[in-house]
């Protein structure tokens, strides 16, 4: 993906987060999480931390931290 999307593309925060919500749902969710957190790392630096589209990736995150059972972890990232 990184190769596609040099430089943070702001492509390449979609194209992480859909990899990440993939593997999460195929009970990878150590490895989809880690794309999740790299995908609203992306779009934070694109975009700035406030944009809508940095905060839908910080949402998708979130929640699935909490479908996981991660709840202390998803808290803090649904709220920030």
């Known amino acids: ?3 596609l999307y040099p430089g943070g593309h702001p492509d390449l925060a979609l194209a992480l987060s859909t ?4 593997l999460v749902r195929a009970g990878r969710a150590d490895d989809g999480l ?6 609203v790392d992306v779009a934070a630096r694109y975009y700035g931390p406030d ?3 940095t905060l839908m990736h910080r949402g ?5 931290l909490r479908r ?10 649904l709220l920030d």
């Open 51 to 53: 944009h809508p589209q």
């Open 19 to 22: 990899q990440g919500t993939r």
């Open 60 to 64: 998708v995150h979130g929640e699935l």
């Open 1 to 3: 993906l990184r190769a």
């Open 34 to 39: 880690a794309l999740l957190r790299e995908a």
């Open 68 to 77: 996981a059972g991660r709840h202390a972890e998803a808290l803090p990232v």
